[in-house]
């Protein structure tokens, strides 16, 4: 009984949430006020997350445009002679006519907005709408990785490109956020830092202190709260691990540095996803840094390599399978034959694998052995010196070639990377042991990588990258996946 008038409630309170959705939408724009729009966003917020799916899948489906006007319009308007056509006398274009053609190109615009657009716009102009709109983003975005539905996928698009003009540059203020800074401004930074959190406030104090800077993206429309923000060490070189970054106290002498390095960037909206504000965020810090310390030359990032590991085992479970299948693990020459086999160790690493894995892991070859090394959670083999010498060259090789040879549409496989590489960074070094924390090892096996900015080069750097899927990188990275290339550049000195 009392599960039933549960239900019950639930529906009618979706019910009218629906029906405040459809006023905001109908009414005429004098009638919409903040009362009215107030009346959503709490009927919103208030319902459950399956009622919160219905109502945006109604929203998607029976509030998109008017495909029947649409077909309509473009019917008349290919109907039209085209102006300047021989069918109109002596050539000249007639005002009456032309008239026609405007009229019909300024319905078929208005005809091809959805009408959920006037939801989207009216709930802008409400003090709280723009946070708002993140949140109904966020459930959309979390919707669609149930489960691909087209008319959702075009709502979530649709708004995507309203919040992006909303967020220009021109929109956004940028801040130093600093110690004296109000409580629940700084709560914020600990709450959502999310590449290396933050474990206290005497790490909160130090990553706000001396050689250190944040840096944060406001809008008016959501005070108090960054949309996004960046972490900054002032050094005198580009850092190899992150321990030297959150650790080493003290801090060297801001006058000495000659390095701004990002070590964290951290964003705050989940409904924000794929809008690109860290690309303008860089750009603008970048600016001010030079301005503010002229002896700071250095641009760098120290960045984390999320996709690596994954990638890495998944090759090495496909390839150790595939030789099982085929049994071609006992010669060289068995395995030249397969079109899909690829034994992507270099045959000194693979000895080197054989000989040093011991009791920890057993297999027939070296890649079946690192996969047994790499895939328990408990990384025991970075408590073995042998192991990590052996392991070394093949994860360090692996990894450049997973950065700059490994794409996904052109562009490049690894979420991180690709952020970088179409803001116009290039690959400068990638460093072994850099972040042995357990997410470090998790994600990347402790490899961290740096890429540099060159102010001169971000704009020709990102077009590039954006028109041709073109990495730039440094010739210590690419020799790891390219050793040719050392011995032509020494033959060219001899």
């Avoid at 109604?58 to 495909?67: F, H, I, V």
């Avoid at 990785?145 to 709502?155: D, H, P, Q």
């Avoid at 070590?263 to 965020?281: D, E, H, M, R, V």
């Avoid at 052109?410 to 990377?417: E, F, N, R």
Wanted: charged letters at 25%.
């Amino acid at each position: 009984m009392e599960h039933g008038k549960e239900t019950l409630n639930h529906q009618r309170s979706f019910e009218v949430v629906r029906e405040s959705m459809h006023s905001v939408i109908s009414m005429n724009k004098t009638e919409v006020g903040d009362s009215v729009l107030n009346e959503f966003l709490e009927g919103y917020c208030s319902l459950s997350f399956e009622n919160r799916r219905k109502l945006l899948l109604t929203l998607a489906k029976e509030y998109d445009l008017n495909r029947a006007q649409v077909r309509e319009l473009i019917k008349q308007y290919l109907g039209l002679q085209p102006p300047g056509s021989e069918a109109q006398s002596g050539g000249v274009a007639d005002e009456g006519f032309l008239s026609t053609f405007y009229r019909i190109e300024r319905n078929l615009r208005h005809s091809l907005k959805p009408v959920y657009e006037t939801l989207f716009e009216r709930l802008n102009t409400h003090p709280e709408g723009l946070k708002f709109l993140t949140i109904i983003r966020a459930d959309i975005l979390s919707i669609l990785t149930e489960g691909n539905i087209a008319s959702l996928r075009a709502l979530d698009s649709y708004l995507k490109e309203k919040l992006t003009t909303w967020l220009s540059p021109a929109a956004l203020e940028l801040h130093q956020i600093t110690w004296d800074d109000p409580a629940s401004l700084l709560e914020k930074i600990v709450f959502y830092e999310a590449v290396h959190p933050i474990s206290n406030l005497i790490d909160l104090k130090r990553r706000l202190g001396v050689g250190r800077r944040c840096f944060g993206y406001f809008h008016s429309a959501i005070p108090r709260e960054p949309l996004i923000f960046i972490e900054v060490a002032l050094l005198k070189n580009i850092a190899e691990t992150i321990q030297e970054v959150l650790w080493d106290n003290p801090p060297i002498a801001e006058s000495e540095a000659t390095c701004a390095l990002f070590y964290s960037i951290s964003s705050t909206q989940p409904g924000l996803a794929g809008i690109n504000l860290g690309k303008f965020l860089i750009k603008r810090v970048i600016t001010l840094v030079k301005i503010d310390m002229p002896h700071i030359s250095v641009f760098a990032t120290l960045s984390p390599i999320p996709g690596f590991m994954q990638w890495l085992l998944s090759k090495l479970a496909s390839q150790s399978k595939l030789a099982k299948a085929e049994d071609i693990s006992r010669s060289p020459a068995d395995r030249s034959g397969l079109t899909f086999y690829e034994n992507i160790l270099e045959p000194e690493e693979e000895r080197a694998l054989i000989d040093s894995s011991g009791d920890l892991a057993s297999g027939k070859s070296g890649m079946e052995i690192m996969l047994n090394l790499l895939t328990p959670t408990t990384h025991e083999w970075t408590n073995s010196d042998k192991l990590l010498s052996a392991l070394k060259p093949p994860l360090m090789r692996l990894c450049a070639r997973y950065l700059l040879q490994e794409k996904k549409r052109g562009k490049a496989l690894d979420s991180v990377a690709n952020f970088h590489l179409q803001n116009g960074a290039m690959v400068q070094r990638i460093n072994w042991m850099a972040d042995q924390s357990e997410k470090g090892l998790n994600q990347s096996a402790g490899i961290m990588v740096n890429y540099v900015y060159r102010p001169e080069n971000i704009e020709e750097y990102a077009q590039l990258y954006f028109s041709k899927g073109h990495i730039h990188s440094s010739y210590d990275v690419k020799r790891y996946i390219q050793p040719v290339l050392e011995n032509e550049s020494k033959d060219s000195l001899l």
